[in-house]
């Protein structure tokens, strides 16, 4: 059947350290693209997509959620009304008609929203109740035995609820998902990151993840300081970047708090954004 439509759906706004976000490529150059504030900071979004493809609703990442402490989300600065609550209701969809629910990965800002507390702030319940849940198994087990780098990103009150629950499924290869979706796994930022390639108005729609945060990450050097493996991922982007432009890609950003999409030509000085639009405007 395909993919009907797509829409955006913005959990929340927040804003991480710019020096993060960029790794070794030094303040003087990347703050050309984006102004941090006084204390270093950049905006950043969650932004989910929604997938419209025959009798079933996909949401691919589900953003923070609410459940760590008040001082954790206080390094994060939270700002703006916007929520998955917000988005919703403005769609018309209620969160009991998600059939599926992608997670790329199991960092807290992807897969924190998947889970709530029931009143008691104890009890934990599924935000989508009526979905089944997937992520790659190549994740699952590395979030389950973190490493340093990445034991902060990782709480299993996010994740272990769908498991336990029944409602999780592990994807084990790269493949079709659907008919219109299909997923594929990187590494670089951490083992089995899932990207969704989308197949709408006759176009390829790449949810990028954490594989490329933003339209400022896409010169393959400026990859972010949270990658576990630098020199893959800047491997694995230089491959892409050129399927991407070969084949005329829509990269939407899950991260990018100022461009929603892009797609990409080449300069003198490698591949980098061309226009810069919304998926409305496809």
């Not at 790449?206 to 896409?218: L, R, T, Y």
């Amino acid at each position: 059947m395909g993919v009907s439509n797509l829409y955006p759906v913005i959990a929340e706004n927040f804003k991480m350290d710019g020096g993060a976000c960029f790794g070794v490529v030094p303040k003087s150059l990347w703050s050309k693209q984006v102004e941090a504030d006084e204390n270093n900071m950049i905006p950043i979004t969650s932004r989910s997509l929604l997938i419209e493809a025959g009798n079933r609703l996909i949401l691919i990442d589900t953003g923070m959620g609410d459940k760590q402490s008040k001082k954790f989300f206080g390094y994060y600065y939270i700002f703006g009304d916007d929520s998955f609550e917000k988005a919703f209701k403005e769609l018309g969809y209620d969160f009991s008609q998600i059939t599926d629910v992608i997670l790329t990965h199991l960092h807290f800002d992807h897969v924190g929203g998947a889970v709530k507390w029931a009143d008691d702030r104890q009890t934990p319940e599924l935000v989508f109740k009526n979905a089944t849940y997937y992520c790659s198994k190549k994740q699952w087990d590395w979030a389950l035995n973190p490493n340093p780098r990445e034991k902060a990103s990782f709480f299993k009150e996010n994740f272990m609820p769908l498991f336990e629950s029944g409602h999780l499924e592990f994807i084990h290869e790269s493949g079709v998902f659907i008919d219109g979706v299909n997923l594929e796994i990187f590494d670089g930022h951490t083992r089995g990151q899932i990207i969704p390639f989308i197949k709408y108005k006759n176009r390829t729609i790449v949810f990028m993840a954490d594989f490329i945060s933003s339209v400022f990450n896409i010169p393959v050097a400026y990859i972010s300081g949270f990658d576990i493996d630098p020199l893959l991922a800047m491997k694995e982007k230089e491959l892409f970047l050129k399927e991407a432009l070969d084949n005329n890609y829509v990269l939407f950003f899950e991260h990018d708090y100022f461009n929603e999409c892009c797609n990409l030509k080449e300069t003198e000085k490698g591949i980098r954004a061309n226009e810069v639009f919304k998926l409305s405007d496809l």
